[in-house]
């Protein structure tokens, strides 16, 4: 009898333990089956979730280097899954939308899902801005239906003839300067100035901004780096940080949508879409706020330099680049009845991309009024910088067809066009100082940021961390680019004066 009390007590024992287990959810294969929401490189899932009806929340990011616009999506546990048409969805490149608000996932049948656990396929289709190129993806989502979103941040030269310097569309006459369609200035309080820990060599690369919201997109210009932030709740402003003041500027307070900064002296200018389409304002930094370009339809991408500022415009039925010259007026740089827009200028000279069936680089030069094409290859060239004599740009001519792109550069003074990487995952969004090119890279199955240095010949992977890091921009010894970190994007740099060089990069 008391053998069997003893091991009476014991079986009791076993069966309590048994159900603690089951309540704390040990033996529920939903409690430890992952979640998870994986889009390809390029794609980033910020927050989802999968309701206990099957619908799909989705808040998706893009950095492709190039604006996209969605236009069909589907999540679905099917076999062959063909995604359905949207009302078309544009998101900026280093932005995210809400791309799926409700949508009906799918079982197995193509019927409405149901259940404790939801593993599927979610697929998109997309096209480029400019291009058209399309692109359809397809990514995982692994959920546990149950209301409210899921933060989930995701993991030699050759010699080729030069260019023929062409008359611009507009003949060899300089086009007509108009009127501008701006000019009010209208005082705007700078916003309020915070110090901030100083940045410092104790850790490479450098945090300028690690805010628990998103920050997008920087530039710099000597001290001063530029950003676009989502802190404010819903709208991004613009917002400035002094590396030798060690303040940070909140630039931006109106609530709309201000983005795409970019930096020369103590001037800053944005795109803004204040007034219900995108114009383009300027700040003098200890000054004020001026809009630039009143025309209804949209202007955006702009790029300073001096007293000139380009930017993109669709007020003639497609893209053109303008130019806006502070304190006189603005002038159309393009009237070809293709699309042009990705502008870029140093000195006299502006970079951009022109779109028919295929996108080329051209440039012109407002010294002698004349349009140079930069680009003859057949494939889709585009997303260019320049500096000095040297242009760069991505180049798809290695795999044609696809969106992978390799980095090239062309000299004005030698007439030399010379690929700049020969990596087959793909490079994006090159940007160039002196002899250093920095650009996003794709190798290690998330976007890096590396530099190619024409002095030495040799590339170097700046960044290792297993996220994302996105847009780089380099003013003299300084890289500055944004990167998923911890939940959130925040802006980061490098300054070879505090840090070094990291080791090249072995040739593959």
Known sequence: MEFLMTYGWALLIVVVVVAVLFLLGIFNPNS?????????????????????????????????????????????????????????????????????????????????????????????????????????????????????????????????????????????????????????????????????????????????????????VPDIYGDRIVWEDDRNGGAADIYMYDLGTHEETQITSNPYDQGAPSIYGDKIVWEDDRNGNWDIYMYTIGGSEQRITTDPSDQDT????????????????????????????????????????????YGDKIVYTSCDETCDVYMYDLGTHTETRITTDPNDQGEPDIYGNKIVWVDNRN???????????????????????????????????????????????????????????????????????LTPRIYGNRIVWYGLYAGNHDIYMWDFDLCGTPTPTPPP
């Not at 993109?312 to 042009?340: K, L």
């Not at 062309?410 to 002899?435: K, S």
Request: glycine residues 10%.
């Open 32 to 216: 430890s089956t992952p979640e998870a929401c994986i889009l390809p490189p390029g794609f980033t899932c910020y927050s989802f979730n999968v309701d206990p009806d099957g619908k799909l929340t989705l808040d998706m990011g893009q950095a492709t280097g190039r604006k996209i616009t969605l236009n069909a999506i589907k999540c679905s546990k099917e076999n062959n899954v063909t995604p359905e048409a949207i009302v078309p969805l544009s998101i900026d490149n280093g932005r995210h939308k809400i791309v799926a608000d409700g949508l009906q996932c799918l079982n197995e049948s193509g019927q409405p899902f149901s259940g404790d656990y939801y593993h599927g396929k979610i697929v998109f289709s997309y096209s480029e801005y400019g291009t058209g190129v399309s692109h359809t993806i397809q990514g995982d989502i692994s959920a546990r239906p149950e209301p409210g979103p899921k933060h989930t941040p995701t993991p030699t030269s050759t010699p080729t003839p030069g260019p023929t310097a062409t008359p611009s569309p507009g003949g060899s006459v300089t086009p007509t300067p108009t009127p501008s369609p701006g000019g009010s200035v209208t005082p705007t309080p700078e916003g309020s100035v915070t110090p901030t820990p100083t940045p410092g060599p104790g850790s490479c690369p450098i945090p300028i901004v690690t805010e628990s919201h998103d920050q997008y």
């Open 399 to 469: 795999d044609p067809g696809t969106s992978i792109m390799d980095v090239y550069m062309y000299d004005l003074g030698t007439h030399e066009e010379t690929r700049i990487t020969t990596d087959p995952n793909g490079q994006e969004y090159p940007a160039i100082y002196g002899d250093r090119i920095v650009y996003m890279d794709n190798r290690n199955e998330n976007w890096d940021i590396y530099m190619y240095n024409l002095g030495t010949h040799t590339e170097t992977q700046m960044t290792t961390d297993p996220n994302e890091q």
């Open 302 to 345: 702009p790029r300073i330099y001096g007293n000139r500022i380009v930017y993109a415009d669709n007020r003639n039925g497609n893209w053109d680049i303008y130019m806006y010259t502070i304190g006189g007026s603005e002038q159309r740089i393009t009237t070809n009845t293709t699309d042009q827009f990705e502008p870029k200028i």
